[in-house]
């Protein structure tokens, strides 16, 4: 069975040929609605249809971090132009640009960044590469997705390590190209306001002066004719581009007063570890990611004529969405489904898993391991292999509508990066891989031949839905860190003690512009696959909430309030942590805490003052615990408002005070185990106990929040 309302839903359990939770796959790109900034850069006697100005145009995003560089420049198709440190309007299209961020357009493959000019007839020196993915497209399969989209428009995040062999991040550590790149932009760096010697610190934004571009575009051989930025030495390599920055030097003496004069010089070398890189790897791959088998609406179609051909006497599906913390570790549920045809009728079994392991800061899945989360279920203990790239887990297998259809013969990696852009081509181990049981029956046995091709185990596709920031201020993480009370406000129903809404318990009256987050409408799907489907409309009793009170393991009784604090790592990262059982965490002591979220990226308004700091919270990893295990909630902390409440991440959320949601992908599905395969969900208003417990499966799917600062007196 099924409820959906909203965002929140419940598994179905129908034959698996029906199934349909399309969660991941492609990448859509919406049609651009950019515009053109011309500036004031144009070469005399540029050819017809050549770019010789600086042109705006996409709604493609790529945001550079760790370092930021301000005046790198970048191209992808008809867009050319450089990294600005501070927001700024492209003025056709009035869409306001991030920082340190490339605009490209819709249907561009890559993003090249470089020094010097690449105007009609310009020199450059290549600095790095970005593949971009494009739509996946796949006749079979027919498989659509729902690109990481935020304000309207596709955001990728990078870092350094990103654009030496992209799609794939290499390691930072002990990695020349890396380290090159590091110290050329620092190097070449200073702050943009003043000019002061950049060695002197080897840390923040860094604004590479435009005479450096000239000097490359006018002066490249006898500057750089033997410059290599992937030079293995670190003294072969600053040599090479030693002329450079003397010629910048000299260039720039005559701008000092006496006695002010500084030099551009390379920083000493880093050795094997650069901090300031790796802290920016660790940032970007904090955010919620989704993977399946067989979680799409053609189901094993996708794979039926593949050398990953499913057994369809006993078919798999595995459904997860994880968060991803700035320290690599993985929270998250997923369901997983089996349909036994081996004998004379079919047995369709369904169960809940919880995660462990890490997405390490190559994001490569490492140790990640899916167990049995309900514990009277059959074994299921699953591992994780391969990693992402571009933002998307691949399955390295080409998909075919029918034995005789060569058309989609392309892997799926190939559909998304094309190959001839001559970037990194994916390995065995890159592929996501499932391996191990499903509700005690084996993944191999759930193919017709699993050593078809490699690697071995149920083929996982997946990628990124949402992401926090690359970081947040220090001002903002020393403002919102400390200790916080967490209220799961539930629904009444009629069931409810004080007849009227009058109860204590049923305290607090939904406003009109906060009843849409509590469910309203769902519907029941047929377990079976007929068209037996009913839709239901249902409304909360008296438009009240009260607290809800899920003790550890989804009983029903258990603390009201949760304790949860805010903690500043060492890496500058907002790790949020709970205690046990509702108690506050002692994270620096022997006691118990749970990291179960982050602080994600920083709402400001036109004059650039922080108005709410989102934070991404998932309340699992540890069922015997953890108070609301299971619960799910994005919001973002108002910084302008008394207590620091937490409210809708969204600019008429902030304005008004609405109240952040929480979903709950755990208690409900407890409470449908327990449940026979003829319950009639539809019976909503009767008296009998069918009635009691569909009122409060819908009670335990969303609601809201209550979320403020402890030791804070507001009027």
Known sequence: MRITTGEAQILSVRRLASVAALLVSGLLLSACNGGEDFSDVRLPGCAFGALCQ??????????????????????????????????????????IIPPYTAVCPNNSQLVDFFIGSRFFEGTDLPFGRVLIPSTLTQTGARTAAVPVREQGRMTLRVT????????????????????NRWALLRALG?????????????????????????????????LLGTADLDASDYNTFTAG???????????????????????YAFPANPGADIAEVRRAMDQTRAGNLSLGYNDTSVGAAEYLFSGKAPNLELLGLFTSDLLVLPTGKLLGLGTVLVADSTGTSTTTRRGLVAVDGELNNELVFTNVVFENLLGAMDTTSMDLNGRVLADYVFSGVAGRANEDDDTDARRDFELFLRPELNGYEPLDPDFGRLDGQILGYDTVDMLEDDTAITPEGLPVRG??????SASVSAAVLDEIEGIYTLTIMR????????????????????????QTDYPVRFQIVNPDGGPDELEVTFSFDFARERPGSFSVGGGETGPLETCVEIQRDANDNGIIYVGANGACPDIDGPGDSFPVGFVGNVVNDEDGDSLGAVVFMLL????????????????????????????????????????ARWIDNYRPVLIQAELDDDHDYGNLDGNDPEAEVNRQLVSNLQGLVNFTRDGVACP
């Open 463 to 468: 990628g990124r839905t949402s992401r926090g």
């Open 620 to 659: 699992t990893g540890d069922e015997d615990n953890i108070a609301q295990y299971g619960v799910r909630i994005e919001g973002a902390i108002a910084l302008q408002e008394c207590g620091l409440p937490l409210v809708r991440p969204s600019e008429e959320g902030l304005e008004n005070g609405l109240r």
């Open 241 to 263: 581009f030693q002329p450079l920055l003397d010629a910048l030097n000299d260039e720039l003496a005559p701008e000092y007063e006496p006695g002010e004069e500084v030099r």
């Open 160 to 179: 350094l390590a990103d654009m030496v062999d992209s799609p794939r991040r290499v390691p930072q550590a002990n990695n020349n190209a890396v380290r």
């Open 190 to 222: 200073s702050p943009s306001d003043d000019l002061v010697n950049p060695v002197a610190g080897t840390e923040g934004p860094i604004s590479i002066p435009a005479l450096v571009h000239e000097l490359v575009d006018t002066r490249f051989e006898e």
């Open 491 to 514: 629904g009444c129903t009629v069931d409810d003690p004080g007849d009227g809404g009058e109860s204590p318990e049923c305290f607090e009256e939904i406003t009109e512009e906060e």
């Open 54 to 95: 600086e042109n705006i145009v996409g709604e493609v995003f790529i945001e550079v971090v760790g370092p930021k560089p301000e005046n790198l420049r970048y191209r992808c198709g008809n867009s050319i132009s450089q990294l600005r440190s501070e927001p700024f309007e492209v003025v056709s299209s009035g869409r």
